[in-house]
Structures are given as structure tokens and as C-alpha cells.
């Protein structure tokens, strides 16, 4: 067993597949913990799970949590803004790449301070969707050759507050969703005789494929139609505004997972703003919306969760694809603006959470030995325990013990046999299907019967996590994000596990998991020790996931904690910060409790107890204590010792 066994990482790697939905940040160390390399330009910046677990236990910092892998942020900005530069260069391209970073993707305030910090010297913006985005986003993008991107419907106060930007400086850009938003932001800016930067969202015909595809179309929620489109840039004219449309918008949807629709889109859009310069409206910028995938189960496929192209093909394709229409068209090359969040966030953060326990459906056993009278139906079921070894064909003891327990259910019905012998025949068949297990593992076919099996005689580990606060798209919309065990990879993993959380919801479960010959409905892990704790790692929650959760059986947020690497550090990390997450009467107060007279209640009670004699006064404030804690304490489990 463990070590002894000729189990290595490679076979880890080649189980778990990690290298290929890392994006070269985790791999799996020769010390069989998983390490992070968070910095793409330093390979030798290496930092181990196990530590940082060690270091978050010494803190007294409870889990779940989420770490926040700063330098993966930075590097994914430095990576989408250096390959835009590099292809730009390689294809003669005459416009600059002038990417924005849409915030809601990943609100948190550090993360967007890490982003707009490390996207400085790209002159990297920020897309913003809504008011509140919008707030955020003039208090944040002050670099004034930096774009701000404006989506979304909008009201008289958003475009006053886009306006009041403009004054200060900035280069924001209104994107015209609908045709009356353009009214409207043309009667303000004219009252306040402030001019606007103006983008025309253009419905396409060309649909993203995948989850996301209702963003494109002809029915999409978004856009103006070609006519609508050209009847806005006359308005813009005849108001004498004409010169403030500079750009033209795009968004065919998120995860694209075919890179043919992204050329389509690209074609289509490339062929939009030709036409517009040659009637005699020359933009400055064409603004390719979000789309770059992430490649979540490794696949590389057009599956929902992958992507069948590289972040290189990817830019590759809106440089070459806007050059060629552009140069057949004979007009100037636009700036490129891409609004990529999912690509930027999603690697940089993931959740640690603990496996608390163990459910299975043959955890208990009876003992089973002939006694004297038992009914036939037992000693049918032990004899056909007993041939298991013997016998070649599985599907007739598959048979045989299936029938017998439906039989001893039919039984136990009628008061024929009892309880006891009941539970004795329940303990014989589950032994009866794990000798069956075992042998089919080395078996060429499975008969379909069986191919339940092992999922059946599968684990289910209790994670102390919410799926629907931490994982919700793995809920909602089928999301697979990668899950595996942090150490131990150097031992063989000996239990097949689904995951089941500590909601009170029989949906709180994960049960499809990467691995590298695909998805699988459970997951290799080890076996539990006792004295020994056991975590996961759920990995590429930053993009949604980290601010999509919602409060279900009232777990709030996680503990976050964030971590930079450092070259003179000997364990190459530091927490820089620790965000607290939701406490108990935080979650309660935004369920409008007032958790304060909650504990006035419970001490009046109990005060009612001490004034009876039913209960020591000492032990009554102890008591009183407890709730008050309890009340600010975190959502979770509480599992240190
Ligand atoms: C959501 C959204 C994005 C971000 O898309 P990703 O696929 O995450 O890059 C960009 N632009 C618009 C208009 C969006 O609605």
C-alpha cells in the first residue's frame, strides 16, 4: 500500500490530467502535493498546497476558503495584452489593441486593483454593465489612455454619470444597446454640452455555439439591427454629432467553444465597419465582445465546457481575420478592443474545502455466519457469496443475487423474514457486488447490467463546502470545473468517490468529474484517515463562480486569502491578506433579521431557567455566550480540533 505500491505521479497525471486544463499554473509535485506555478516568467516560483493549507490551519483561518492567486491574475493580463501586441506586429497590423477587463465576470475589489495594476503599462481598461458598475469602474480606470467600455441598458443617470467621466478626461465609450438610449444620451450631452465617445452594438447573424448562444441572432436581447444601425449614425449626423461614433460592438456570447464562430463573427463584423467608413463613417475602434474560453475539462473539444482553440488562435483570428477585410475593403485598421473576462479570472482563484466524512451504500455490515434455521432465502444468498470466486459467468450471479434481495424485500413485506435477516442479505449481496466489482475491473466487457456498479459501490465523501455558494454554475447550467485531491498523489487513489456538500439539498452534489480520459461520474480519491485531514481542490472558480454563489440553507461567502509569491520567501509565498467571509449574523441580517435581539430572546429564556432553579446562573451565562458566538462564528463546519 501508500508508497510501496508501484503507484507514481505520472500515473497521477495521467489519471487526473492536470496539464491539461492547468494553463500551466498547477501541476502535480514530485512530493505528490499539487504546486502552483502562478508566475508565467518564473518557472522556478513554485508553491506547495500542503504549505499553504499548513499556514491558513496556523492562522486559525477556517475552511472552506478561497485563495486568490494575485500573480495568475497578472500574468493572464500580461499574457492576452503581450500576444495581441505580438500577432499585431507579426501580421503588419496598422491599429493597437486596446482590451478592457469587464468587471462582472469578478467584481471584487482586489481583484479588479490587481487587474487594472498589472494592465497599466498595456493601458488596459474596464468594461462596466450596469450603474453600480459604472460607479466602480470611474473610481478605478484613471489612466486616461485607458478605455472604459460602457454595456448594458441605461438610464438618465448612467448616462449623466458616463458624461461626468468625459469631463474628467476619460475615454468612455457608450455602447447603444437600444435606439432610444441614443435620445436620450443625445439630448444630455447637449444640455450639458459635454461631447460623448458613441459605440453601436450590432446584432449578429452569427451565433456562439454552446451555453451562451442566445447572445447572438436575431433574436438576441442586445443590439441594433443593420438598418437600425445605419439610421442611428444618420441621427448622429443630422444632430451634428456624427463624428462621435467611433466604434462598433459585437458580443456572439461567453465560452465560445468553436473557434469557427469566432472567425464568422469576426468576418461578419470586419464587413460591418467597412461598410459604415465607405458611408462615410470612419471608426476608430471595432470592439470584439467577450467569448475566449477556457478549457475547463482539458478536452480541447467543442464539449461546453472546452474549447477547440489557444488563446494564440484566438487572437490570431480577430488580427489576420479584421486585417484581410479590411485590406480587401481598402480602409484604415481599426484599434481591436476585446472585452475578455472569462480567460483573465477564471484561473486565478480556487476553493479548499475538507472532506468531513465518508456515506456508503454498504459502510455497515451484519454478521453473517449460517445459523441454526435461518430462512432459505439467506442461505441462498451466502451460497451464491461462496460461488463468486468459482463461477465465470458474472451476469447469472449478478442475476441471482438481484433477485434474491428483491425477493428477501418481497418477504420482509409479507412478515416472513425479519428485520435482522433482512439486513444479513443486504450485507451478503453488497459483498456479493464488490467481489463482482473487483473482478470486472480487469474484465474486457461489462454487461450493461453492471455498468452501474461502479457507481454504485461508489463513496460518497461529504465535502464541508456549498455547492450552490461556491460551484453554482456546476449546478445551474451543468458547469464541470476541475476537482482533485491536493496531496497524496504519490499514493494510488483507492476509493471512487461522488462529492455531496452540507446543504440540506439532495442537489448539493458533484458528480461529473475531469480526468483525463474524460468525464467521469465519480472521482478517483483516498481513502480517509482517521487523526489525518483530507482536502480538495476545486479548481478555476475566479470568473463567476467566485461571485455567483448564493446563500442556500444560509452558508454565506467563504474566508478568502490571498496569496503573492516571493522569491525570498523559503516557501516562495505570503498571505498578503485575509478577507473574512460571511458570518452568521451577516447572512442573517440580509435576511432581515436583527441577530441582536435574537440573542436578547435567547438570554431571556434562558434567564426564565436560572430564575426556576433549572439551571445554575454560571452555567446560564456560559450558555448565553455560546449563542453570541455561535452567531458571529462562520457558516460552515467548524472542523479544527
Ligand atoms: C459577459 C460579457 C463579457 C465577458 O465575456 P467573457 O466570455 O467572460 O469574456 C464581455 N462583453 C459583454 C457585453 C458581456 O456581456
Redesign the pocket.
Known amino acids: 500500500m501508500g508508497k510501496s505500491d508501484n503507484w507514481t505521479i505520472s500515473d497521477a497525471e495521467n489519471l487526473y490530467g492536470v496539464k491539461r486544463w492547468s494553463g500551466g499554473y498547477f501541476e502535480i509535485g514530485a512530493n505528490g502535493n499539487m504546486h502552483v506555478t502562478p508566475d508565467a516568467n518564473n518557472a522556478e516560483m513554485r508553491i506547495d498546497f500542503k504549505e499553504v493549507i499548513n499556514e491558513i490551519k496556523a492562522e486559525g483561518i477556517q475552511f472552506p476558503v478561497v485563495l486568490r492567486f494575485h500573480d495568475i491574475l497578472r500574468s493572464q493580463v500580461a499574457l492576452l495584452n503581450e500576444t495581441f501586441i505580438k500577432t499585431i506586429e507579426e501580421a503588419d497590423y496598422q491599429g493597437l489593441y486596446r482590451g478592457v477587463y469587464?468587471v462582472?465576470?469578478n467584481q471584487m475589489r482586489e481583484v479588479v486593483e490587481e487587474i487594472v495594476d498589472a494592465g497599466q503599462k498595456y493601458n488596459y481598461g474596464l468594461?462596466a454593465?450596469s450603474k453600480a458598475e459604472l460607479l466602480t469602474v470611474m473610481a478605478y480606470n484613471i489612466n486616461p489612455e485607458a478605455l472604459t467600455?460602457l454595456?448594458?441598458y441605461k438610464d438618465e443617470e448612467f448616462v449623466r454619470l458616463s458624461l461626468l467621466a468625459r469631463k474628467l478626461g476619460r475615454k468612455v465609450i457608450v455602447?447603444i444597446e437600444k435606439f432610444s438610449e441614443l435620445l436620450m444620451l443625445v439630448k444630455i450631452a447637449k444640455e450639458l454640452d459635454i461631447e460623448p465617445i458613441i459605440g453601436l452594438?450590432s446584432k449578429m447573424t452569427v451565433k456562439g455555439r454552446g451555453k451562451?448562444e442566445g447572445?447572438g441572432g436575431d433574436r438576441a436581447k442586445?443590439g441594433l439591427t443593420i438598418t437600425e444601425i445605419i439610421n442611428a449614425a444618420r441621427y448622429l449626423e443630422t444632430e451634428g454629432m456624427g463624428h462621435c461614433f467611433k466604434l462598433l460592438?459585437f458580443?456572439i456570447?461567453?465560452?465560445?467553444t468553436d473557434i469557427r464562430a469566432v472567425k464568422e463573427a469576426i468576418s461578419e463584423g470586419a464587413m460591418i465597419y467597412s461598410e459604415l467608413h465607405h458611408l462615410g463613417f470612419p471608426l476608430e475602434y471595432v470592439d470584439v465582445?467577450?467569448?475566449?474560453?477556457v478549457d475547463y475539462d482539458g478536452s480541447k473539444s467543442t464539449n461546453d465546457s472546452s474549447m477547440n482553440y489557444s488563446i494564440q488562435e484566438y487572437v490570431a483570428d480577430v488580427v489576420f481575420g479584421m486585417k484581410e477585410v479590411c485590406d480587401l475593403e481598402k480602409v484604415p485598421h481599426p484599434t481591436l478592443i476585446?472585452?475578455?473576462?472569462?480567460?483573465?479570472?477564471a484561473h486565478h482563484s480556487c476553493v479548499v474545502a475538507e472532506i468531513v466524512g465518508e456515506i456508503r451504500a454498504d459502510s455497515s455490515k451484519m454478521e453473517t455466519t449460517a445459523v441454526e434455521g435461518e430462512h432459505i432465502l439467506v442461505s441462498n444468498m451466502r451460497y451464491v457469496s461462496l460461488s463468486v470466486e468459482k463461477q465465470d459467468n458474472l451476469q447469472e450471479i449478478f442475476n441471482d443475487a438481484t433477485d434474491y434481495k428483491e425477493q428477501a424485500m418481497s418477504a420482509f413485506k409479507l412478515r416472513v423474514i425479519g428485520l435482522e435477516e433482512l439486513a444479513k442479505i443486504e450485507t451478503l449481496y453488497w459483498q456479493i457486488m464488490e467481489q463482482l466489482q473487483l473482478r470486472l475491473r480487469s474484465a474486457e466487457f461489462i454487461p450493461e447490467d453492471m455498468q452501474e456498479l461502479e457507481f454504485d459501490l461508489s463513496s460518497q465523501y461529504l465535502c464541508n463546502f456549498s455547492v450552490f455558494q461556491s460551484a453554482a454554475d456546476t449546478w445551474a447550467i451543468d458547469q464541470v470545473l476541475p476537482i482533485l485531491p491536493l496531496t497524496r498523489m504519490n499514493e494510488r487513489p483507492n476509493v471512487n468517490c461522488s462529492l455531496v456538500d452540507i446543504t440540506c439539498d439532495s442537489d448539493g452534489k458533484i458528480d461529473q468529474f475531469v480526468l483525463e480520459k474524460g468525464i467521469s461520474d465519480v472521482l478517483p480519491m483516498h481513502n480517509l484517515k482517521a487523526g489525518e485531514d483530507y482536502h480538495l481542490g476545486m479548481f478555476l472558480t475566479g470568473?463567476?463562480q467566485d461571485v455567483m454563489g448564493d446563500m442556500h440553507n444560509l452558508f454565506g461567502r467563504l474566508n478568502e486569502v490571498h496569496i503573492y509569491s516571493h522569491d525570498d520567501d523559503p516557501l516562495d509565498f505570503y498571505i498578503e491578506e485575509v478577507v473574512t467571509g460571511s458570518s452568521v449574523d451577516d447572512v442573517l441580517s440580509i435576511m432581515q433579521y436583527h441577530p441582536n435581539s435574537m440573542a436578547k430572546e435567547v438570554k431571556k429564556s434562558i434567564d426564565a431557567k436560572i430564575a426556576q432553579g433549572e439551571m445554575r446562573p454560571r452555567e446560564g451565562v456560559k450558555w448565553t455566550d455560546f449563542y453570541e458566538d455561535c452567531l458571529k462564528g462562520y457558516t460552515y463546519l467548524k472542523t479544527n480540533k
Open positions: 469587464p462582472k465576470v468594461e454593465g467600455i454595456n448594458g455602447v452594438r451562451w447572445s442586445f460592438h458580443h456570447g461567453s465560452q465560445l465582445g467577450g467569448g475566449l474560453g476585446s472585452e475578455s473576462g472569462r480567460a483573465i479570472t470568473a463567476y
